[in-house]
């Protein structure tokens, strides 16, 4: 299953635009690598800060 800003824009309800901004974002501040056709998470608990996840809310679904 590709891992396409369309299909992760459906799975978090974002337009495919925002998803890439967002992914972009994330990349530059050094939270994820998009290297296609991998999508590397670098920093996960920075990310699970960025996303204003908690422990105690959940945490990022492991099907990335």
């Excluded at 800003?5 to 974002?25: D, G, N, P, W």
Aim: hydrophobic content about 40%.
């Amino acid at each position: 299953l590709p891992l396409t800003h369309q299909f992760i824009s459906s799975l978090a309800c974002l337009t495919r635009e925002t998803t890439s901004v967002v992914m972009k974002e994330f990349e530059n501040g050094g939270l994820i690598n998009n290297k296609k056709p991998f999508l590397i998470i670098t920093d996960l608990e920075r990310l699970n800060k960025e996303a204003l996840i908690t422990q105690e809310e959940g945490s990022i679904p492991q099907i990335f």
